[in-house]
């Protein structure tokens, strides 16, 4: 098979690019479940608040990645280096799942229970921490898996603005018209993608209380 | 016993009407005293408004107008948290964490109340012996438990920080009636020893006679009568006889009156 020959001829160069890959997906996630989590718990105590976060959130997925990009390239300080600016686009886009997911995940906590601790006379932040948080666990990383599975295939086309990842081999590749070189990078970004769908998926169910 | 009656920790409501938020009414006009240490069982179908009149007391709810009292303090005055912290709350089957265990179910209050650990550990010990649960149930899970346990841990996690003040929402209405009949027991017999200021939900009659110091009488959001379980199964008040059959009132002998019977 050509598409094995040339990634063993070019394993480090591989490896190197996987690195890259996963650097960004990595970072973002992280960004975007620091900000989308606390979005989404805000949302859920100030219902005024929910129509409009997630409407922006909405709003953002619809925009197309490179148009993304695109836009993102005037910001001063973000623009100067392709990885910044693919680190925020991907983040933006990654926003999305992790609130959306927050929200319905301790909106879906039975109210009995709620009323309950409420009852007891727990705090609300008691009730956060104690009864929301861990009976939605497994429902946000449901949307931590989403956001991190989207974020690799999307990272493939921060090449076209030199960040690097394995969009490389396939943009490589299309301006060569060399299959090979195309499947060098999407072979292992679907590979990232099964294995993180995989672990989170693994994780999500060790979460979730019965 | 010329001493004035005490009236710590007594419930009083004053002219408490409660709508929601759409303005439809759900109780009118209700004045009602609960004295320390009885045991009054709010008794109505469905929908008549108990359960809002319990909340009001813990402030799960606040009045529309009027003001409802906990040991002489109207309950908006009160700081909820510590107002609840006084008050234990018994709801039916669901109440219990699920992702807690036993343990942890029975020793949340004085968990959030920051006890340190060994005494949370001694008093779980305690309680789970004044309930009549074995010890090796501590690290399970509610899910695991039978109906009449998890119904045996909710009362103790009420009982936990030894409030003055007991809530009970139809707390034995999802157990089977053999279960039923011995929690009751225990239930009676734990009050005799421990004198809480209970109000008790239900709209089961009889385990409204079996239990009660003083029955209220709800309807539609009106309180009809407030009357000793003797009273009350003789009540001329329309709506109480009506009540009454129901349950086919031949039948029925208020418990205090079988032993006055026989002795």
Not at chain 1, 151 to 158: E, N, P, V, Y
Not at chain 1, 160 to 171: H, V
Request: proline share 6%; no cysteine.
């Amino acid at each position: 098979m050509n598409v094995l020959h040339f990634i063993l001829q070019n394993r480090s160069e591989v490896i190197e690019f996987t690195f890259e890959h996963l650097w960004l997906v990595a970072v973002s996630t992280f960004l975007a479940v620091l900000i989308g989590i606390p979005l989404g718990i805000l949302i859920t105590r100030h219902p005024l608040l929910n129509k409009p976060v997630l409407g922006v959130a909405n709003a953002i997925q619809t925009i197309p990645s490179l148009a993304l990009f695109g836009f993102l390239l005037p910001a001063p300080w973000i623009g100067e280096r392709a990885d910044r600016l693919v680190i925020l686009a991907l983040t933006l886009y990654a926003l999305l799942p992790l609130i959306r997911n927050t929200y319905a995940g301790i909106k879906g906590v039975d109210p009995a229970v709620i009323e309950a601790g409420r009852g007891m006379g727990m705090t609300s932040r008691q009730l956060l921490w104690q009864v929301e948080l861990p009976l939605s666990l497994g429902v946000i990383i449901a949307g931590v898996r989403v956001a991190t599975v989207l974020s690799i295939g999307l990272t493939t086309i921060a090449a076209a603005i030199g960040a690097g990842g394995l969009g490389q081999y396939i943009f490589r590749g299309l301006a060569m018209v060399n299959n090979s070189v195309i499947l060098a990078g999407a072979i292992p970004a679907a590979f990232l993608a099964l294995f993180a769908d995989a672990t989170l998926g693994w994780l999500e169910k060790r979460l979730t209380p019965p | 016993m010329n001493s004035p009656p005490d009236t710590r920790f007594a419930i009083e409501f004053r002219n408490v009407s409660y709508r929601l938020a759409s303005n439809v009414p759900l109780l009118f006009d209700l004045n009602l005293q609960i004295h320390p240490g009885e045991t009054l069982v709010l008794l109505g179908r469905s929908g008549s408004g108990k359960t809002t009149t319990l909340k009001l007391i813990n402030r799960l709810l606040a009045p529309s107008e009027g003001s409802v009292l906990v040991d002489n303090r109207a309950t908006v005055s009160w700081d909820p948290i510590r107002l609840r912290r006084l008050v234990g709350y018994v709801i039916q089957d669901v109440g219990l964490f699920p992702h807690f265990t036993v343990e942890r179910n029975i020793g949340l209050v004085p968990q959030i109340e920051d006890w340190p650990a060994d005494r949370i550990r001694q008093r779980v010990q305690e309680l789970l012996q004044l309930v009549g649960l074995s010890p090796h149930l501590l690290s399970r899970y509610p899910r695991e438990l039978s109906g009449g346990q998890r119904q045996r841990v909710g009362v103790a996690r009420a009982l936990a920080a030894d409030p003055p003040i007991l809530l009970m929402d139809e707390p034995f209405g999802a157990l089977d009636p053999i279960t039923r009949a011995e929690l009751q027991r225990e239930f009676l017999e734990l009050q005799q020893r421990l004198q809480k200021t209970v109000v008790f939900v239900t709209h089961d009659l009889r385990e409204a006679l079996r239990l009660a110091s003083r029955i209220a009488f709800i309807d539609a959001g009106r309180l009809i009568t407030v009357e000793t379980p003797d009273q009350f199964v003789n009540s001329i008040e329309p709506q109480v006889a009506a009540y009454v059959d129901a349950f086919g009132a031949g039948r029925l002998v208020p418990e205090n009156q079988k032993t006055r019977g026989t002795s």
